[in-house]
């Protein structure tokens, strides 16, 4: 089993940054795609980001190119995600997961899920 706690979610002024941290116990996450995903409140967990076990392959969600960063230190067991030019919109519960795809998309190709980083963009 996989554990991943998420970290590094707060309040931030539109235009600002933030960088979430998803550090994983249990298993080395270099077996893992490692995805990025959040919710915000009354609507579906949306895809954000993931990226293949070596970090070769990186995926974003339409809305996040150019503003948001996905990476990986296997030797830390841990994963990141750098957002930049943050706006409202981006208000949301954040969370992490592993996958044994290649990045994939589908909340469903993924096994296990962090308890989430709320991140609140004021305006």
């Known amino acids: 089993q996989v554990q991943l706690v998420e970290s590094g979610g707060g309040l931030v002024q539109a235009g600002g940054s933030l960088r979430l941290s998803c550090a994983a116990s249990?298993?080395?996450?270099?077996?893992?795609?490692m995805g990025w995903f959040r919710q915000a409140p009354g609507k579906e967990r949306d895809f954000v980001a993931a990226?293949?076990?070596?970090?070769?392959?990186?995926r974003y969600a339409d809305s996040m190119k150019g503003r948001f960063t996905i990476s990986r230190d296997n030797a830390k067991n841990t994963v990141y995600l750098q957002m930049n030019s943050l706006k409202p919109e981006d208000t949301a519960t954040y969370y992490c997961?592993?996958?044994?795809?290649?990045?994939?998309?589908?909340?469903?190709?993924?096994?296990?899920w962090g308890q989430g980083t709320q991140v609140t963009v004021s305006s």
């Open positions: 249990g298993r080395t996450i270099s077996d893992y795609t």
């Open positions: 990226i293949s076990r070596s970090g070769s392959f990186i």
């Open positions: 997961a592993t996958s044994l795809s290649i990045a994939s998309p589908n909340t469903r190709m993924y096994d296990y």
